[in-house]
Structures are given as structure tokens and as C-alpha cells.
């Protein structure tokens, strides 16, 4: 990777293109970087042909970050890069092996881990977000749900070996292949099935709740109250269309609005700023009201990467206005992007740092709540 790392106070460049990655939780206003811990896709193409003002945005605010940790006012971490390294280096694929207890899955066209629980009961289909493939975390939180008794599919739908490299037009059919593989399967219940998503999987799970009335429960993490543009990880030129489709053609979406850069700030204004221009494209709404199971949020006020927190209560207002059952809410208020998940291991270094201690609070809390949430709303 072509890029350099300062440490607090410092700042160094390259070719003028600067990323802001600020301390602890609220980490990367910019590209996968391993140990921000925060995967945040701003790479040229990504943003609907704003890419320049992001750029300029976030060079001014590196400006004013550096220029108050040269005071010792704050500390924080500067990764400065090219737009050509940008272009290069999109976050690696990860295709996680089933391991003993689950095995990969080709059948019916479909790219996935499943791990089948040991006796006959509830399955769930888990999606993760906008890295693509079949990653660690996504898998490990899985073989969890397994242990827990679930029959668990750990579903790839984009990325993974011979499929779209990008987050884009994704055939919301290929979900219903899914979930009807899961029906067919020896030990699962056919009528107690749900899904979990995680960001852009999030947006997935609740766009495909609204088609499938069996589901029992639903979890959308980080979730987006509207159908978002496509992500392109290795960048384009060409405007990006909806990051879903249905019998071949795009479902509506809300385009990205250009963003003043000199206000600074991170991706999650620029979203902010794109969703006042809702009733402008009301069809870009999620109808969450037509989901027919139980539906669980998760959120994190301190999410930087896009408004997860005023997008779930969107989603709670609308189901109000529906007459629709409320929706559960869950809103960690010391968490960003990283707010669902397994808890941290004991023991692990990340824990002797204190935005991580509070993180892990929010994801011991939230982990514990979802096996509650989900056993609860899948019982016979």
C-alpha cells in the first residue's frame, strides 16, 4: 500500500491526497486499513461523482486535525495517500473456510458457509456488509449462532469467487435461492426462519424482509433506512446504479448529493446530507411496514461511516405511521460502525485501551440481547 501513518501530532504527504483516521472507535473517514478496525469504502467511484469534493473535504479536515494536535490539543492519526493507491488498494476478499463444523455450499448457484445445528429447529440466513465474500468475523459470529442452536447460512453475495466484484444490481432472487435452500435442509424447521444483516447487509436483510413474509425475525445491524447507491470498491468513472435489483431490473434508490467540503466531517454527513433529499425520492424508502416478522435494530451513535442511529428510528417513525408493531431499538451510545458482533476475547490487547473497553460493553450487551430477541421470535 502506498501510504504513510503518522502518529498523534504528525502529518506526511503524498501527492496532496490526505485521509482522515481520528483515534479510537470513531476510526477511518477513509479506506480498510487493518488496525482502524472500521472498514469505511471511500475510494474513487464510490460516491456517485462527488468523489473530488470527498477528497477535498477530507484534505481540510486533516488540515485542521493536524493543525490542532501540533497545539496538543488532540490526537489523532493522519494516513495520507494517493488517489492511485486509493484505486489499488481495496480491502482483500476474505473467503473463510467452514472449518469442522459447517461446510461450503455451491448448490442452486449460491456462494456460502453453512452450519447446520444438531438438532431440527430454527435457521437463519446472515449477511454481512459492503467488504464482500465470506469474511472472519461474519463467519465466526455464525458457528456462535450454531452453538445456539440455529442451522446457520453464511451467505457471499458479492466478491466471492465468479460473482459480481461489485455491490451492485445485486438480484434480490439470489436471497430467495438462499432462503430456499435453508427450508429444504433435513434439520431445519421450515416455518421458523430469519435473517441477520450487518451495514449494507443490513439494508439487504430489511429489503428482503419486505419479500419474504415467513420470516420469523429480523436483524438489521448498522441498518439504512432507504436503498442506497452501489458500491465499486476498484473505482469508475460511470455513475453507480442501486445496489439492488429484482426481475432484472434496479430497485429504486437514493442518490448521493454533493456535500460542502469545507464543513469537513466524515461519510456519515455526506449520508446526512444525501437523506434530506428523501421526499424528493420516496420510492427509495425501505417499506419496512410489509415485514411481517419481529424486527430488532442495532445501532451506533458514534457511527461515523453512515447515520446508523437517525436511519433506525426512520425506521421505527415509519412503522409508527403505519400502525405497524414497533420495532426493538437498540442504541449503543459509546459505539460507532463496529457496534454488532461478538464480543471481544479476554486477554485481547485491544482491550487495554479504553474506546475498545467501552466498545466491547456495547457488543457483550447487544450479542446477548440478539440470542434473546431471536430465540424468543423463532420459538415453535
Known amino acids: 500500500m502506498s501510504s504513510s501513518v503518522g502518529r498523534p501530532g504528525s502529518a506526511q504527504q503524498i501527492n496532496n491526497k490526505v ?13 480498510y486499513v487493518e488496525w482502524c478496525e472500521v472498514i469505511a469504502p471511500i475510494v474513487p467511484g464510490t460516491t456517485d461523482g462527488t468523489d473530488d469534493l470527498f477528497y ?28 492511485a493507491a486509493a484505486q489499488r488498494n481495496v480491502p482483500p476478499v476474505q473467503m473463510a473456510p467452514p472449518g469442522d463444523s459447517g461446510r461450503r455450499i455451491t448448490d442452486d448457484g449460491l456462494l456460502a458457509n453453512y452450519f447446520p445445528a444438531q438438532r431440527k429447529g430454527p435457521a437463519l440466513l446472515i ?17 456462535a449462532l ?3 442452536g440455529f442451522s446457520v447460512l ?10 459480481n466484484p461489485r455491490l451492485e444490481l445485486i438480484p434480490v432472487d439470489y436471497f430467495a435461492t438462499a432462503l430456499a435452500w435453508l427450508q429444504r435442509q433435513p434439520e431445519v424447521d421450515p416455518t421458523r426462519l430469519g435473517t441477520i444483516g450487518v451495514s449494507k447487509g443490513a439494508e439487504a436483510a430489511l429489503v428482503v424482509a419486505v419479500r419474504h413474509p415467513e420470516l420469523k425475525a429480523v ?28 426481475q432484472g431490473k434496479p430497485i429504486s434508490h437514493l442518490p448521493h448529493v454533493p456535500y460542502d467540503p469545507s464543513k469537513g466531517g466524515t461519510m456519515a454527513d455526506n449520508y446526512a446530507v444525501s437523506l434530506r433529499a428523501l421526499p424528493q425520492h420516496p420510492e427509495a424508502v425501505i417499506p419496512v411496514e ?35 408493531p414497533e420495532a426493538t431499538l437498540i442504541a449503543h451510545k459509546n459505539a460507532g460502525h463496529r457496534a454488532f458482533g461478538l464480543p471481544i476475547p479476554a486477554g485481547d490487547p485491544r482491550l487495554d485501551r479504553d474506546e475498545f473497553k467501552a466498545l466491547n460493553v ?12 431471536l430465540k424468543a421470535a423463532m420459538r415453535p
Open 146 to 148: 450454531q452453538a445456539e
Open 219 to 246: 436483524i438489521a445491524a448498522l441498518p439504512s433506512s432507504v436503498v442506497w447507491p452501489g458500491i465499486v470498491w476498484e473505482g469508475t468513472k460511470e455513475k453507480i446504479g442501486s445496489s439492488w435489483s429484482e
Open 290 to 324: 410489509r415485514i411481517a416478522g419481529r424486527l430488532l435494530l442495532v445501532c451506533g451513535e458514534l457511527d461515523v461511516e453512515w447515520p446508523s442511529c437517525p436511519m433506525s428510528r426512520q425506521i421505527q417513525e415509519r412503522l409508527r405511521g403505519k400502525g405497524r
Open 362 to 373: 456495547a457488543l457483550a450487551d447487544g450479542w446477548t440481547k440478539a440470542i434473546e430477541f
Open 154 to 163: 453464511h451467505l457471499s453475495y458479492f466478491r466471492g469467487p465468479g460473482q
Open 19 to 31: 485521509i482522515v483516521i481520528t483515534k479510537g472507535d470513531r476510526t477511518c473517514a477513509g479506506l
Open 56 to 83: 477535498r473535504r477530507l484534505r481540510y479536515h486533516a488540515a485542521a486535525m493536524t493543525a490542532r494536535s501540533t497545539a496538543g490539543v488532540v490526537a489523532s492519526f493522519v494516513l495520507l495517500i494517493n488517489v
Open 127 to 143: 449477511l454481512g456488509g459492503s467488504i464482500g465474500g465470506l469474511s472472519v468475523p461474519t463467519n465466526d459470529a455464525a458457528k
